[in-house]
């Protein structure tokens, strides 16, 4: 196990530098930032002195050098806009969208595996073909959609949920939280939804198929001749055999939502990485985008590795190399 555990880490690393080189080269051929951090009647003289403060004038492999010496200290440069150190910037957004993020697979998981498991135990059932139809609908409607949606009808008709904004928030461990405020839960509960209803659909079809398979299989009829429980034989025997590609596919979902809620973010006016992503778009704030997709970067790498981890606890035939 250690030395599987020192070869996934290296792994690790060749792939965040790979991530490197390539977000390096993306962001210079995407325009000159020197233009975002001067005024705009400079003169050429002042134009050159600000391409120098910014090591623009060196070649590109030194630039990526300094680039390489300021990511491993954790200085990927100042905002353009926000004027202060992107990865603050990053950081400061991080816990309000690993908030919606949490609570949206939450949401999912508490919803999707206990349908799963009764439509692939039932699979003939009519209940079984209507949990199917709603799962092949939340995987097609696209969340921009659902999003204004839950707006129109939970914010603006009903007055149930705010439409907008993060809420309320008190501060944990240097972070600000708004779960642990009754008026922020009212606040991520819409967000959550949205985020949650494609991958609710993803799992719930994952754990039906996992569970048919495993329905076929001896160890099944065997708990059943032996007279264990209906629900011993599907949560403690079949669920658990079938929970391989359902974790694997937990584990890119969490992954996905945290790199790309954005449209969510943007509609709810939620304060997190998604909206902060958008604006740094529009004015081409590259430092931003950097620490942004690198952070992204690593977020899957980690998870990749836990979920390989997560296996062997789950299944102990599993060997790892």
Known sequence: MLGYTIKRLLQMVFVLWIVSVIVFLMMSFTGDPVFMVIPIDSTQAEIDQARRILGLDRSLFEQYLVFMKGMLQGDFGRSYVYRQPAMDLILERLPATMEIVVVAMIFAALVAVPLGVYAGANPNRTTSRAIMSGSLLGISLPSFWVGMMLIFLLAVQWQIFPSSGRGETVDF??????????????????????????????????????????????????????????????????????????????????????????????????????????????????????????????IFVVINFLVDMVYTWIDPRITVK
Request: proline share 3%; net charge positive; aromatic share 10%.
């Open 173 to 298: 461990l240097g972070l600000k939280l708004s779960i642990l405020t009754l008026d922020g839960w009212y606040h991520i509960i819409l967000p959550s939804l949205t985020l949650s209803l494609a991958t609710m659909a993803i799992i719930l079809r994952i754990t039906r198929a996992g569970m048919m398979e495993v329905m076929r299989q001896d160890y099944m009829k065997f708990a059943r001749a032996k007279g264990v429980s209906r629900r011993g034989v599907l949560y403690g025997h079949g669920l658990r055999n079938a929970l391989i590609p359902v974790v694997t596919i937990f584990g890119l979902q969490l992954g996905d939502l945290i790199a790309f809620a954005t449209i969510t973010e943007t509609i709810f006016a939620w304060p997190g990485l998604g909206k902060l992503l958008i604006d740094s778009i529009y004015r081409a704030d590259r430092p931003v985008i950097v620490v942004y997709l690198m952070l992204v970067a690593f």
